[in-house]
């Protein structure tokens, strides 16, 4: 048996080195691994950030744009019924004769039409004819009793809405002596929108409420309010008494039976296209706004998404494993001998 005998310095020298390898080598496989995982973050990011770009298209956007053609479709062929009528009723008129019960099968016509105005419109297109898109039409109403002038006068009180009945939250307004129109309103705002109702000033300096069209037949069937004796009744929930706002267009009040009630009629059609002129002028620019803004957004989102796939898939092509193998693939999809043979073909 023989024993070597080896220098302590030299021992440890070989040692270290050896340790410094094993440390470099460690150092530069976690060095790989994290410029792995860095590039691999890097691609994934690019990645979501590309599928982002492909498919982050702007609902909203969308949805006005569509509304809008809805809208204007709806528009256009009220006012082609509406100009039908109106000749109809001139030729009557006219010659104190015509088609029997053409003129009130057209009336029909057009009432049904009219009756269609919030399914054919999306809902953004209220009783006066106006174009709320994105937001839901709303219906205009007034609570008989509740006036300015009664607001401003006589001493405090506290008034408690509730709208569904039950066990519906109440919705409190501290009304006291010397508060301005704008104060008064803001309070009523602020108090009754959690109900979906909102509060204004229209230009008689009177409250106007609003909800949207679809709640307003459960407002107007359940509002009650509670006061404490002075403007309205104290003890319980008082059922409230509402006016909406007349429509633009009141077909149900056309009359036919006469001269004069034709007449009327003719009178109230020509304002009526004006109203639908006007609507279609509204429409036609919020459409025309909201393609402008798609135009400006699609050309950017297109070049940026493909110069980003482009560098993915260079990316990933160029380093071995499945993702290579896979991105490879992918793009060869759907090419056959036969294309290949027939493009070379064209040589």
Do not use: C
Request: hydrophobic letters at 40%.
């Amino acid at each position: 048996m023989q024993i070597v005998q080896t220098s302590s310095s030299s021992g440890i020298s070989a040692k270290g080195t050896g340790s410094a390898r094993v440390a470099d080598d460690a150092s530069a496989a976690v060095k790989g691994s994290a410029s792995a995982r860095t590039e691999g973050t890097a691609s994934r990011s690019s990645t979501a950030k590309l599928q982002r770009g492909l498919s982050n298209w702007d609902h909203q956007l969308q949805g006005e744009i569509s509304n809008a053609q809805q809208t204007l479709d709806y528009l256009e062929r009220s006012s082609s019924q509406l100009q039908a009528l109106k000749s109809e009723l001139a030729a009557k008129l006219a010659a104190r004769q015509g088609r029997d019960g053409q003129v009130e099968a057209r009336v029909r016509q057009f009432s049904a039409t009219w009756r269609q105005r919030a399914s054919a419109s999306g809902g953004t297109l209220d009783a006066q004819l106006g174009y709320t898109s994105p937001q839901a039409a709303q219906q205009n109403f007034s609570i008989r009793g509740l006036t300015m002038a009664s607001l401003q006068e006589g001493p405090q009180e506290v008034l408690a809405f509730s709208v569904g009945g039950g066990n519906q939250a109440l919705r409190s307004v501290n009304i006291e002596p010397g508060l301005s129109d704008e104060q008064i309103v803001a309070r009523f705002d602020q108090a009754l929108m959690p109900s979906g109702i909102r509060v204004k000033q229209n230009e008689n300096g009177e409250l106007v409420l609003s909800t949207p069209e679809a709640s307003w037949a459960n407002v107007r069937d359940s509002l009650s309010v509670r006061g404490s004796g002075i403007r309205f009744p104290t003890g319980q929930m008082n059922r409230v008494r509402t006016d909406a706002e007349p429509a633009a267009i009141a077909p149900e009040e056309w009359n036919t039976s006469d001269v004069e009630a034709l007449r009327a009629t003719l009178q109230q059609v020509v304002q009526a296209l004006a109203h639908l002129q006007q609507a279609r002028g509204s429409v036609s620019v919020a459409l025309a706004q909201a393609t402008g803004r798609v135009a400006k957004a699609q050309p950017t989102q297109a070049s940026v998404s493909m110069e980003t796939l482009a560098e993915n898939f260079t990316v990933t092509a160029s380093q071995p494993g499945y993702a290579s193998l896979q991105a490879i693939s992918s793009a060869l999809v759907g090419i056959s001998r036969e294309r290949v043979v027939a493009l070379l073909g064209l040589r």
